[in-house]
């Protein structure tokens, strides 16, 4: 083993997956290309109850295999996997996700200066194929810029594409396993906010991310980040301050906005029925208001659920 090596840090590639029998094959081929040293890392698969022939694939791949059984929660499976690791960072991506082979290098160096307690790297949309992935990538979805950039409380990283020295992640608390969105940025501004260590970006170290398929899937999953942000709220809102009406005024304004920009793509629409760019954009239009109102209606039933005003 050549010196650099030895003095790498050991890594800890966390996966949870549920019924990901058509993506982690993939995901697993990509991360065990890294051109890290494969003495310094290694690879913990967490199968959150899968049904499908998820455990089969992964079982076919050098890398080890573990169940969370307990609780059904992605966040539950890292912990889980957390746990288990012997590295000194810990790395975190999905199962839909597609590493660079520079991935796990790039992210491991991002921890070069001693305040950085999380390493965010650049999640990039696999080739979109259906109108949900159109939309979600047109939007930006899950950019780790904009979470680290324009985030109104502290900056946030997606597991998707995430690296932190398990002795933080043990001081800040882990993941809160009962939540199904948000805990991501739960765990991020608790390692700020508690230990007093930043998040990082680190562009260069990229996985691909194949965004929902379908439009059901979509809205599903926003209207999950609604109910997510007021848990999240919850928990830090004594930093976060009060929502009040003006937070409710910016909410409706942006809702006009969407609505008033779908009701002029309907219009182009009307006006040239045959062009296919002006149909796309329509859809896409329409999908962003569908969007905002899934989100709206988790975000009332948790307000609701817990009893605080989120609106």
């Not at 608390?173 to 990082?200: H, T």
Request: some cysteine; aromatic content about 8%; proline content about 5%.
């Amino acid at each position: 083993m050549a010196v650099a090596d030895a003095a790498r840090p050991f890594v800890s590639v966390v996966v949870p997956v549920f019924n990901g029998a058509e993506t982690i094959g993939a995901c697993l081929t990509a991360l065990l290309a890294q051109d890290y040293p494969s003495d310094r890392r290694e690879i913990i698969v967490v199968d959150n109850n899968s049904t499908d022939g998820t455990a089969a694939i992964v079982q076919t791949f050098a890398v080890r295999y573990v169940r969370e059984e307990q609780v059904q929660s992605s966040y539950a499976a890292r912990n889980r996997g957390i746990r288990e690791a012997r590295g000194e960072l810990i790395a975190f991506t999905d199962a839909d996700c597609v590493a660079s082979p520079q991935w796990l290098r790039r992210g491991a160096a991002g921890f070069a200066n001693a305040s950085v307690g999380g390493v965010a790297g650049s999640i990039r949309p696999l080739p979109p194929a259906t109108l949900a992935p159109r939309y979600a990538s047109e939007k930006g979805a899950l950019s780790q810029e904009k979470a680290l950039a324009e985030n109104s409380f502290l900056p946030a990283a997606y597991t998707a594409n995430a690296f932190y020295p398990k002795v933080a992640l043990e001081r800040a608390g882990l993941f809160d396993p009962m939540v199904k969105s948000g805990g991501d940025a739960d765990l991020a501004w608790r390692v700020q906010e508690r230990l007093g260590l930043s998040i990082a970006l680190c562009p260069d170290a990229v996985v691909q991310h194949e965004h929902r398929r379908t439009v059901r899937e979509l809205l599903r999953q926003r209207r999950n980040y609604g109910y997510g942000s007021v848990l999240n709220y919850l928990k830090h809102r004594d930093r976060m301050g009060p929502r009040t009406l003006k937070h409710a005024y910016w909410e409706l304004r942006a809702f006009t906005g969407k609505c008033g920009a779908w009701l002029r793509s309907v219009l182009r629409r009307l006006r040239r029925p045959r062009d296919a760019q002006a149909r796309e954009r329509m859809a896409l239009d329409g999908l962003d208001v569908l969007v905002f109102l899934a989100k709206k209606a988790g975000q009332l039933h948790a307000a609701v659920a817990h009893r605080v005003w989120y609106f």
